[in-house]
Each structure stands twice: as structure tokens, then as C-alpha cells.
């Protein structure tokens, strides 16, 4: 009996540590780092049509991402206003006709609520590291364009070992609108856009300090 009340206890604390590490708060600011922490792409889903990729950072004030297990909340914007190969042949991509040459638009993410947390097991790289997954709910802005999101979404906290030498919070969210939705003409108004965006943000005490150098 002595053992098996010690085996509950060393669960108990087990499932305690972890709830801790998932309801730090995190920090999406521009002002830290320098360099971009934001992208949104956009894939055809047929593959008939070459990807979009936009990045840039969270605008306004900045945001906080919070992963208490009993009461998560989320508010920022990414607003990514740069565009990868802006002078190629916008033809090619999926959302090319709403990218003028050399003039890409801004795509404006904005977040204002998340679901509740779920646990997902992780594969690939991290599969000693299971994600926790969560539905955020916000906009999104494009070419004169407000659409409602709902997007399945997965968080991963780093270590700050590897490339990224600062705690942090890895998110990385999808989700489809169609064709017709964001005034596409060159594919047909059924058509799945398959949107998917991430993003980095640190810890408040992390943005406070300047981070780490690399």
C-alpha cells in the first residue's frame, strides 16, 4: 500500500511541474528580438499553384500568450508585410493576383481568444517533446479582406538550447478558407486555401532582459 501511495504521489507531482511549465506566460512584441519572429504562407491545396510566404512581427503594443491549463488566453497580431520572391512571377502563386509587382500586401493576423488546451503527441524531431494543441479564434486581413479564423494551433516550449539560445514558445497554426472567400478569380471559388502561420515569443522576463547573445 506504502508503495503504491508513493507511485500516486511521484504522479501527482509529476502532473503538477508540467502544468506549471505550460501556464508561463509569453511575451509577442516587436520590440524583441531584432530579427523576424512571424510568417503566414498560403498553399493551394491541389498544388496547382506555387505557395505565398509573407513574414514579419507582432504589431501594435505587442501580445501575451498565456497556457494556464485551467484558464488559457491569447491576444496579438502578426502582421507580416514582407513578401519572399515579391519580383518573381506572381502568375505562378496561389494568391499571386492580390500581390502587385514589387508592392506585396500586408497580411494581418489577428488573435483575440483561444480554446481549450489539449495534449498531442509530438513526432519527428520532437517526439520527446509532445505539443500542447488549442483552436485561437481572431482575423484575418488581406487585400481589403476581414475574414473570420478559427485555427488549429500547436505550442511547443523551448529550452533555449540549440539555435534559439532563449526560453521560449514555438506556435504554429493552420487552417483553410476558400478561394472565392479571399476574391481569388484564377482557381475555382471552391477551391481549399490552405493558410498556415507561425510564430516565437519569450517569456516576459526574457523581452525585459534584451535575451541572450548569440
Known sequence: MKIRSSFTLLIALSLAAH??????????????????????????????????????????DGGVIDLNPTKPSASFTLVCDKMTQERGDQSRRVIGELCPPEKPPAVILTVTGIGPLMAAVAGGKDKNKPATTAELIGTLELAGRKLPVKALTSFRVHDGKGDEKNAALMLDGKFTVKAST??????????????????????PEVVASGGKKK
Open 19 to 60: 502544468a506549471q511549465e505550460v501556464a508561463t506566460s509569453f511575451t509577442a512584441t516587436a520590440a524583441f528580438p531584432k530579427y523576424v519572429t512571424a510568417d503566414i504562407e498560403f498553399r493551394d491545396s491541389t498544388g496547382a499553384k506555387w505557395p505565398n510566404f509573407f513574414y514579419g512581427k507582432p504589431g501594435g
Open 182 to 203: 479571399l476574391g481569388l478569380k484564377t482557381l475555382a471559388p471552391t477551391a481549399d486555401i490552405e493558410v498556415r502561420f507561425g510564430l516565437t515569443a519569450y517569456p
